[in-house]
């Protein structure tokens, strides 16, 4: 309700995540989420690389206001970046929260989330405003209706920069348009060990998609995971857009389930040995790299798909994705830490998680 | 013979010139001829070497490199170097280097997506004209008639054109 006057404090989120991990929706034993994000500038200000301090401080209030204003969600907060400490800003980076380059970012920048954390608004990231939507499961339409409202009520109280022929202006013209990228983070884990990989992204290219890892734009795919989303912003409509990313997803799970279904068919045995050692790595091991436990968790995730792994919740899983980053780890032990300690941490919080099940 | 360069003075010197498998002669006097040897004989700076590769690639680079956006000062080789714009201006002042660059990056350079309603009614009605006048394109690429006529007609009411034409 009261947008600045009660102050969160970062540590209060860090033993859960936001509802886009719950593991529900369409298709969510391969979709994990659906996210749709649009950029926006404010009319008569210039984009961020050549605003001056006075001009993003101006602009930080502005938007921050407007925001409130909007009544988006009645439970909105605003945590100002320059205000939390680059380990808060990783946290909130690994909950898709804000961008990498908006952590990384200089001056006064914010974001603003409800408790559920399915909208976001990044305030002076790469352009003045960046809106994001993320829901569980195979979503994107739902999520484009929620965006767009939130859309409509922003533009009612901000003039966004905006041309007939151009659409949306942003910073960079790969943006400009509809301000759109819609994606889906897919968990293709059998696809991945059956080598047909590859033949999906080609698929996928074609139809002027790109497949991306975990955290978006040039981060290595890990865990299995893949986020795939339009690349054009310009000369097709949002629905048309969505409907282009949504005709190719369920072409995707279709086929990782064969895959799937292949591996069991060829090999179960021994299928059901690499998920069983993964499930015993996690319940056991001493010590677990950020990399490793990726890897052991897509492996159980799949077992828990397949009706091999029966007492682990999707949402558990979904979870420790995330809550076992480096950020998080660190938040929730209220220090800094070293590579090795975090890995003693990681697993130790693994081991309990899974305990308590 | 007169001198092809300056058409006043004699031609005295005749130059065949080879390019690729073609042929040219050139007819000009002394004093144009010299200035064509200083030409030929000058070996190209880097900067000049740069500017014709940079010519060969992206031909609007050259002549939009003097141009700088008068209100965020941005100039458009800082763009094209960095790929970030300065200010929405840009759009309309970098516009004719913009307008491949889009082409190449999204296939087209027109918006049909979302309009702000501040944007005004008409803005939405001709964007709205413009995205149906497309699908019933497609629908005529697909021979799906049906769809097209249906399209035809929404088309007509929107635009309140009722002429066959």
Redesign the interface.
Known sequence: MNFQATPMKISDLADNTGEWLRGTGAESDIVISSRIRLAR?V?????L??ANIKQKRELEEIVRNKIKEAEITSDLRYINLADIDSVERLFLVERHLISREHAGGEGERGVAFGKSETVSLMVNE?DHLRIQVIRSGFELKEAWKTI?DV??KL??KL????????????????N???G?RASVMLHLPALGMTHHIEKVFNAVMKL?LVVRGLYGEGTQVSGDLYQISN????????PEIIEIIESVIPRITSYERMARKALIAESREQLEDRIWRSYGMLKVARMISSEEIMHLLSQVRMGVNLGIINNIEMKTLNELFILTLPGHLQKLEGRELNSQQRNIIRAAYVRKRLEEI | MKCESCNKKHATVHLTEIVGTTKKERHLCEECAQGINTQLAKVPSPTEILTSLINQVAPEINEMSKIVCP????SYLEFRS???????MD??IFRKG?IP??EK???????????????GKE?IK??ELM?LRNELNKAVEKEDYEKAAELRDRIYELSGDTNED
């Open positions: 500038n009319a008569r200000f210039p984009f690389s050549r790469e767009d859309d409509n533009e009612k003039t966004y920069a905006y041309s007939s022929r151009f659409g949306y202006l942003t910073a960079c013209p790969t400009v348009g509809t759109m002027g690349q054009f912003t310009l000369g097709k409509s949002e | 209100v965020c000062g941005l960095n790929g970030r714009l300065g200010c929405p759009y309309t913009l660059l889009l990056m999204h296939g087209s350079t027109q918006h049909v997506g979302k309009v702000p309603s501040k944007a803005l001709k964007n995205q």
